[in-house]
Every structure is written in structure tokens, then in C-alpha cells.
């Protein structure tokens, strides 16, 4: 499709991805540069941050970021703003990625050898002194925490009341993951606890934060409560989309290992409304005779209430955006990308 055959709104967003993408290019080079003069070992966890950039994704976080600087009529004078806070995001997300994969023990991201395992791999095959497994994870642990201090120099000209709101995000992110962990280990069966941990540590910063962040640099705060409602609806879709890829994706589309959710015991909201229908999978879940293969075979009901639920918060999202004070176009374009968003296949 060429540039003329996009709307008018996708195209302006595009345009200011594509500022996104050289920023956070040009960023990673000027640092791996800088490293490898000190030492070639510099280039370890750069590379590392680096490689997950560059293996593409959806970039979901840094369009609803801009989309929501743009619908909110932000000018050219902050367009700088916002291309550094939409590459802060997903800098931040590829450093949340990569710890991720060490806490779920995944040995595959976008396709490719995760961070802990590639640099696992390049400690046996290079006879190196200690525990490979350990190394591995203690690279990844590193890198990861280096793309989030990259991410916040990137930011650090954001006005207060936008810095606000992204360390609220961050925190966020992080309270979410750790009550993932502990929700797991536990075998806690509670729909609203599990609901918000889903919409915390991945539906929030995916789209709810990044589109009140970009409206905050337009300095449209009148646009939070549609956004809030907009964001809240669609970040749950994306949660229960993405839990039920975990479990009934396809691995090569996905990018990582589909299952592992369900080795992982995490109490997802598609395993919690099993539960609560199911009295067998509540018995599976909350015991010691967690059995994956049966639990997944009685998952069949609740896919289908799931994608019930999907449809319901689409609805709801575009509801929002009709009381929305937001230009036909962008009304319209945000639709899209809602539908975008809750019927993916990755």
C-alpha cells in the first residue's frame, strides 16, 4: 500500500514512527560505538538491546504514544518530544522483554535465541570459568536494566507532569510483573486480582500510559478520562488476546514458545474463568496435581467466553471514543487500530 492509499491519520503517524525508528538507531549506534572503544565486551549487552530492537515487533506502544500526541493536535515544536518518549517506550518494553524471559525460563524471542540463552550458548562454547546458566541470566539482567536507563536518558527533557506519568508507568510495570510471579507460585484463584495483574503489567503500558503520555506532551489533559476508558478496555482485550495466543498460538507466529503459561502455572484470566466454571481445573490449579494436558483440554468453554469478552471491551473502547472532544479522523483511525490490536494472531 502506498503512502497516498493510507489515511490521512495512519499516515501522519507513520511518518512520525519513522523519526522513531532512526532516533532509536542512531541512539544504539552512538552508544555501541562509545562501548566497544572502551572494550570490544562493551558491545555484549548493547547488542543485546539492540538485536531485540532490530528483530522488529509490533511497535504497539510507540503508535499509541504518537496517535495520542497526534490526535490530541500536537505541534511540530513538541514533535521531538514525543519521538524520544515513543522510543523511551519501547526500549523500556524490549528491557521488560528480556527480563521476562528470564522469569519464565523462555528460550525463544521474536524467533530468535533469547538473551540468557544465546549468551549461555556463547559461555559453554567458549569454555569459560563458572556457571553457564548463570551467566546467561546475569547478561540478560544487565542488558535489561541497561535498555531501561537508555529509555530514561532518552526522556529526560519530558515537563514534569509527563515525567509523572511515565514514572507511574514504570512502576507499574514492575508491581505488575511481581504479583504475575507471586499470583503463580501461590495458586491464587481470584478473577479481579488476576484481571488487574493482566491489565497492570501489560495492558496499561502497552496502550492506556503511552496514549495519555503523548496527549500529555500535546498538553490536552481533557483527553485522560476518554483515554483512561479507551485504554483501560483495549488493554485487557490485548492481555486476554495475548493469553490466549499463549495457549492456542501458534509458535512460529508468535515468535516464542506458545505453553508456556500453563507450565508456568500463571493464573491468567483465561485459566481463572476455567476455574470458576470448572471445578476440575480449580482442583488442578490450586493442588499439587497440576496436570497441563487436562487442563488445556477443558479450556475449550472458556476460549469461547474469552473471545466474548474481547468483543465486549472492543465495544466499549470504541463507546469511548465517540465522547471523545477528537477529530473524525483520528475517532476512526483509534477504531482501527482497536480492532488491530484485539483480533491479532501475534
Known amino acids: 500500500m502506498s503512502r497516498s492509499q493510507v489515511p490521512q491519520a495512519r499516515a501522519a503517524r507513520l ?18 560505538d562509545h562501548w566497544v572503544r ?16 532490530a528483530a522488529g515487533g509490533k511497535r504497539l506502544r510507540p503508535a499509541f504514544c504518537v496517535s495520542g500526541f ?19 517506550i519501547e526500549l523500556v518494553h524490549t528491557g521488560a522483554l528480556v527480563h521476562d524471559d528470564v522469569l519464565d525460563a523462555s528460550e525463544l524471542r521474536r524467533g530468535v535465541p533469547a538473551v540468557h540463552t544465546r549468551e549461555s550458548a556463547t559461555h559453554i562454547a567458549s569454555g569459560w570459568r563458572g556457571e553457564p546458566r548463570r551467566y546467561g541470566e546475569g547478561v540478560a539482567i544487565l542488558s535489561g536494566a541497561l535498555a531501561q536507563i537508555y529509555a530514561e536518558r532518552l526522556v529526560r527533557d519530558l515537563p514534569p507532569v509527563v515525567r509523572d506519568l511515565w514514572g507511574e ?21 481470584e478473577p479481579e486480582l488476576s484481571r488487574w495483574v493482566a491489565v497492570c503489567k501489560s495492558g496499561r503500558y502497552s496502550i492506556h500510559r503511552p496514549l495519555l ?26 492481555q486476554l488476546r495475548d493469553d490466549l495466543i499463549g495457549v492456542f498460538g501458534d509458535s512460529d507466529a508468535a515468535g516464542k514458545p506458545v505453553g508456556l503459561d500453563l507450565e508456568q502455572h500463571k493464573m491468567t484470566l483465561l485459566l481463572v474463568e476455567a476455574a470458576e466454571r470448572d471445578e476440575r481445573v480449580r482442583k488442578l490449579i490450586s493442588g499439587n496435581d497440576w496436570d497441563t494436558e487436562e487442563i488445556l483440554d477443558r479450556l475449550g468453554e472458556s476460549r469461547l467466553r474469552i473471545e466474548q469478552r474481547i468483543d465486549e471491551l472492543v465495544a466499549r473502547a470504541r463507546t469511548a471514543l465517540e465522547r471523545a472532544d477528537l477529530d473524525d479522523a483520528w475517532r476512526a483511525e483509534l477504531g ?11
Open 336 to 346: 482501527v487500530m482497536a480492532d488491530e490490536v484485539a483480533y491479532r494472531s501475534r
Open 38 to 53: 572502551v572494550d570490544p565486551r562493551g558491545a555484549v549487552p548493547v547488542d543485546a538491546v539492540t538485536g531485540l530492537v
Open 70 to 88: 497526534l490526535a490530541a493536535g500536537g505541534e511540530a515544536a513538541d514533535e521531538q518530544l514525543v519521538v524520544d518518549c515513543a522510543a523511551g
Open 213 to 238: 503520555l503523548g496527549a500529555a506532551i500535546a498538553g490536552r489533559p481533557d483527553l485522560a478520562p476518554a483515554f483512561e476508558e479507551y485504554g483501560e478496555a483495549l488493554g485487557e482485550a490485548f
Open 15 to 32: 511518518a512520525v514512527l519513522e523519526k522513531v525508528e532512526r532516533r532509536l538507531a542512531g541512539f544504539l549506534t552512538a552508544e555501541r
Open 169 to 189: 508507568m514504570l512502576t507499574e510495570i514492575q508491581m505488575g510483573q511481581f504479583l504475575d510471579m507471586a499470583v503463580a507460585a501461590e495458586g491464587v484463584i
